[in-house]
């Protein structure tokens, strides 16, 4: 009987795949992720927060040892691995070949103890070459990786648990600083400064159709480049504050105008045309940042649902591992991208010699491949299409298509520039200009190379600084040559500011920068914005006020910790500690508590000299002309700083005003950018005269006011300030109540008010025969009441509901009716389907077409097959048919949510609760002498 072998990896499907790869001496189980992390404060034993592992789960104090525990949740997944454990005579760790795989790697041996041989099995695909080749190929454990990934948990837990503090202290509550997520919105943040501080800029051009004397046909565009031998001004030669930042001459209306109309009654001479050659080479293989900008633009998905797809392509062994910053391809992988080019596009579209690409992403990590179709033969998209389906299958072909491409010929062509003279001496224009040069360029591609397989995407350009190059032939012409003017525009201009960033280009940004590595660029785009400080319309990426404030903040009394090249220095020393020129421990201490000179001031030192912050000033943003916004613990506002009744010129207040500043709520679908001054007073106009004081309710003697809020406008009682500070049990609620559809906010008066507040009414009482725990009958009184709910308004008698017909019958409904309608038969089912509120044609995976409707719970979008809700930002009647499939995609890969899984999960949460607290209090009972001994990667759950 041969040996049993326990083979241990990350994930199920993972697990299924290779198990098929493996003989039957092997059993192959998952351990479903990490295992094992350090604790948060709420989920350690009282005895060990007052301890020295503190409220970080770290001693500090005692070189950083962390105090680890199993996840709750994960006790069971550890009993049944060491039941196998017991089983076999030799382990395989088969987690993924980076820093977290290695950890994982580590935490499994400190969590399992095993006494038998242990073996480390690596691989970078899938394939049953590459399997069987590990299991024999294996290798130590790599400590010097563990100690990199442990120093990355360590650093993000002390800075996190630092600076968060001091976030909700002086801005709000429950908001997160993070090493990594905090450089990333800050510049997602500098992006929309730059934006309001942008001054749009005008200026004109002239465009003409010349062409060869009849020969219409060879006709051609071109645009005015010089008058009198001075440059035309274009958008690249101003600046972002409107000024032109060149010697180029400024066409306004009337001259271009003029020289248009000039042009058009003349005829062109070609001035000079001048060729070279063109050649354009194939783009690296993919990374995981560059693989994650093409699914963005080419596929419409976004870094965390790209890295979803991806990894369950590699999973199931259809491409290499998909997190490396390495554009490396092994030799196998280059005679299989030649062989298959030369198969499918001929000899001479495969270079003589295989192209090797360096790494070019700054301070890359792990030595992986690039990411390419697996095995030693790549299989065609035709060969999995029968499958692959959907995303799967476009996102393979994408990863298929760059790895052929990149072992492919250079496209070749050549770029033609016709510069063309117009002499307008003694024309209309002669005052503006006497000599008008016209320039044409076009590039034609005569050899295609790897552009018959691939051609990389681009991100969106900004408008006048794009490149005007353009695949269009030009006809053969030479100096000196007459051409007839077909016609001639003016055409007028605005600059643009800066382009927001892409999911896409803002990874693009940070890999440029040495900020974040692979595995975090995906989690770091679903962290800021899901933690509110960044939210996107369409692809683009807008920062939140929340996010303005936060990132002053931080740039005011944390410059050092949101530097662009600080952040990327501790990702190299984080690389160093990885390769073993660094030690964790000493890293650490620098980082915490300083180093030796006063230039290395230590986390530690600067939160606690972090001196007096004004927190209001941290939280206002000037807008300029008496405006500002200010972030409050409710949301953002805009606030008018001169006193409503106050004079700017002045000072002077008017006799009927109060002083009190003007503010109104900033709606979520606003950007930065868009809250000009006079968008501001039109919110502060309309919250004026939707914040109506109504008077006083005559019960509670508080303020009745009428507003207009995020979901349509309502009234509210306007709380004491007393009232205001009361907390817990004592804390008061508003009583707050939406108007009727047919009511208006302009004249609801305080009666009307009154009795929406007093909502639900009671209608009335009757008899019910209901059965005692005796078995006999009694006779009681039931309520019934009336009130307006999320679906209308509606009778309620004990738990039996009923919709009535209208609003208005809320107040004039009678007992008699309630009873009529509780008499009938409860009518179920639903009310007629509502009409679509867009079409966005077909959908690419289901082939179904797209509409977005109106649900319950808001608009939506669906293919009949699947349900998306549109985000926060995404308008029904603007939404791009890219931006539903995407929605669609996103919600896929989530899979279906049933009310079985519901159950299931509601089942896990319960048993991780009881776990949780049977973990707390048998830790509790340990011995304090026992709780010292701990040492780090002991498991102490």
Do not use: C
Not at 629 to 640: K, M, N, T
């Amino acid at each position: 009987m041969g040996t049993r072998k326990l083979v241990i990896v990350e994930s199920p499907a993972k697990a299924k795949t290779i198990a098929g790869y493996l003989g039957p001496d092997f059993d192959v189980e998952a351990s479903v992720g990490h295992i094992r992390d350090i604790p948060t404060p709420s989920q350690m034993p009282a005895d060990v927060k007052k301890g020295r592992f503190g409220r970080f789960g770290v001693d500090v104090d005692g070189g950083f040892e962390p105090y680890y525990v199993v996840d709750a949740d994960k006790k069971k997944k550890v009993a049944e691995l060491k039941r196998l454990l017991k089983n076999a005579d030799e382990l395989y760790l088969a987690t993924d070949e980076d820093r977290e795989g290695e950890a994982i790697a580590w935490h499994l041996l400190e969590a399992l103890k095993p006494t038998i041989p242990v073996r480390r099995m690596v691989f970078h695909e899938i394939t049953k070459e590459a399997i069987q080749r590990a299991a024999q190929q294996t290798r130590d454990l790599d400590t010097r990786l563990v100690d990199a990934q442990e120093t990355r948990r360590i650093l993000d837990r002390l800075y996190g648990y630092e600076v968060s503090p001091v976030l909700w202290r002086k801005i709000t509550q429950g908001i997160s600083a993070g090493r990594v997520q905090s450089v990333a919105t800050r510049l997602v943040v500098e992006r929309e400064r730059e934006r309001m501080a942008f001054v749009r800029a005008g200026y004109h051009d002239v465009e003409g159709e010349f062409a060869p004397p009849g020969s219409r046909g060879q006709a051609f565009r071109a645009r005015l480049s010089h008058v009198d031998g001075t440059k035309v001004a274009t958008g690249r030669d101003f600046g972002d504050d409107g000024r032109l930042k060149s010697d180029a001459a400024h066409l306004d209306e009337a001259a271009a105008t003029a020289i248009a109309t000039a042009v058009a009654e003349r005829d062109a001479v070609v001035r000079s045309v001048q060729e070279k050659p063109y050649t354009r080479r194939p783009s690296a293989p993919f990374t995981t940042s560059t693989l994650q900008q093409e699914a963005s633009r080419k596929l419409g998905m976004g870094s965390k649902h790209a890295m979803s797809v991806a990894q369950r392509l590699y999973e199931n062994g259809y491409i290499t591992y998909m997190r490396t910053d390495s554009t490396e391809l092994s030799q196998s992988a280059i005679e299989a991208a030649r062989s298959q080019a030369r198969d499918m596009y001929g000899a001479d579209h495969v270079p003589d010699a295989p192209r090797r690409y360096g790494k070019k992403a700054k301070n890359a990590q792990e030595a992986h491949e690039a990411i390419r179709p697996a095995g030693d033969r790549f299989r065609t998209p035709a060969q999995v299409a029968g499958e692959l389906r959907g995303e799967e299958f476009r996102l393979y072909e994408l990863v298929w298509k760059r790895t052929i491409a990149s072992q492919m010929a250079d496209a070749k062509g050549s770029t033609a520039t016709i510069r063309l003279a117009v002499d307008l001496s003694g024309s209309g224009a002669a005052d503006v200009a006497t000599d008008a040069e016209f320039t044409a360029s076009g590039t034609v591609i005569t050899f295609k190379g790897f552009l018959a397989a691939y051609e990389e995407g681009r991100d969106e350009a900004r408008p006048g600084h794009d490149d005007k190059d353009s695949e269009a032939r030009l006809p053969k012409l030479s100096e000196g040559v007459a051409l007839a003017v077909l016609s001639a525009e003016a055409n007028g201009h605005e600059t643009s500011p800066p382009p927001r960033y892409t999911e896409a280009s803002l990874v693009k940004a940070m890999e440029e920068r040495g900020i974040g590595r692979p595995s975090t660029y995906a989690s770091i785009m679903d962290t800021i914005q899901q933690r509110g400080y960044v939210w996107s319309r369409g692809s683009a990426l807008i920062p939140t006020w929340l996010a303005f404030a936060v990132t002053r903040l931080l740039e005011e009394h944390f410059a050092r910790l949101v530097d662009y090249d600080f952040t990327a220095a501790m990702e190299e020393d984080l690389d160093r500690i990885a390769g073993g020129q660094e030690d964790r421990v000493a890293w650490l201490t620098r980082f915490y508590f300083g180093g030796d000179d006063e230039a290395m001031e230590g986390l530690r030192r600067l939160v606690e000299n972090l001196g007096e912050i004004d927190a209001r000033g941290i939280s206002t943003v000037e807008l300029g002309d008496g405006i500002v916004v200010r972030v409050g613990r409710y949301g953002p506002y805009v606030e008018e700083t001169t006193p409503a009744g106050v004079d700017p010129a002045t000072g002077e207040m008017a006799q009927d005003a109060d002083g009190t500043p003007r503010r109104a709520t900033i709606r979520d679908d606003i950007a930065p950018d868009e809250l000009t001054p006079a968008k501001a007073r039109d919110l502060l106009d309309t919250a004026a005269d939707d914040g109506r004081v109504l008077g006083a309710a005559p019960d509670t003697g508080r303020e009745v006011v009428a507003k207009a809020g995020r979901y349509g406008p309502y009234v509210t009682e306007v709380l004491t300030e007393e009232e205001s500070g009361r907390t817990g049990k004592a804390k008061v609620k508003p009583r707050t109540a939406s108007l009727f559809a047919s009511m208006d906010l302009a004249t609801i008066d305080l009666d009307t008010a009154l009795k929406l507040l007093s909502l639900p009414r009671v209608v009335g009482t009757v008899e019910e025969t209901r059965t005692a725990e005796d078995g006999s009958e009694q006779i009681v009184l039931v309520e019934i009441t009336v009130q307006n709910g999320r679906y209308g308004p509606y009778l309620k008698k004990g738990t039996d509901s009923r919709s009535i017909e209208s609003e208005d019958q809320i107040f004039t409904i009678t007992l008699d009716e309630a009873k009529a309608i509780y008499a009938e038969p409860k009518r179920r089912g639903r009310a007629a389907a509502k009409p679509p509120l867009k079409e966005l044609g077909e959908d690419p995976v289901s082939k179904k077409p797209i509409v977005v409707k109106d649900g319950r719970f808001g608009p939506y979008v669906t293919d009949g097959e699947t349900n998306a809700t549109l985000r926060r930002g995404d308008d029904p009647e603007t939404i791009t048919p890219e931006r539903g499939q995407g929605l669609l995609a996103e919600k896929r890969a989530k899979g279906p949510t049933t009310r079985k899984s519901a159950k299931k999960t509601a089942k896990k949460a319960a048993k991780k609760t009881t776990a949780k607290k049977t973990t707390a209090k048998k830790t509790a009972a340990k011995k304090t002498a026992a709780a010292k001994k701990t040492a780090a990667g002991k498991d102490a759950g």
